[in-house]
Nanobody, 121 residues
Framework: QVQLVESGGGLVQAGGSLRLSCAAS????????MNWYRQIPGKDRELVAR???????????EYADSVKGRFTLSMNRARNIMYLQMDNLRLEDTAVYYC???????????WGQGTQVTVSS
């Protein structure tokens, strides 16, 4: 099993920055990829960024078009923490941000509890 805990959300003005963290624990050797999603009430969760091929390096990162050039995903493999550096935040970035780990064993997907990011004008 894998457990995920997000932190770092909060209230920030438009144009500002936040850094989210996702601390992972458990059977780390089964994780194939890790992801950041976000969700606005009444809408489906949206993939924001992900890192792939963790078991078959080199790993690669991908970003949603809406955040390219503003958000950066990174990982501290030694501490099992994934980060999402969010710069030049916009009002439309307001959402609950979730961390997800994909594993090679059931249940294949593991989610954190989410952290709220609110961008104000």
């Amino acid at each position: 099993q894998v457990q995920l805990v997000e932190s770092g959300g909060g209230l920030v003005q438009a144009g500002g920055s936040l850094r989210l963290s996702c601390a992972a624990s458990g059977t780390m050797a089964t994780i194939t990829s890790m992801n950041w999603y976000r969700q606005i009430p009444g809408k489906d969760r949206e993939l924001v960024a992900r890192i792939l091929s963790l078991l078959s390096p080199p790993a690669s990162t991908e970003y949603a078009d809406s955040v390219k050039g503003r958000f950066t995903l990174s990982m501290n493999r030694a501490r099992n923490i994934m980060y999402l550096q969010m710069d030049n935040l916009r009002l439309e970035d307001t959402a609950v941000y979730y961390c997800k780990a994909d594993t090679i064993y059931y249940p294949y997907e593991h989610w954190g509890q989410g952290t709220q990011v609110t961008v104000s004008s």
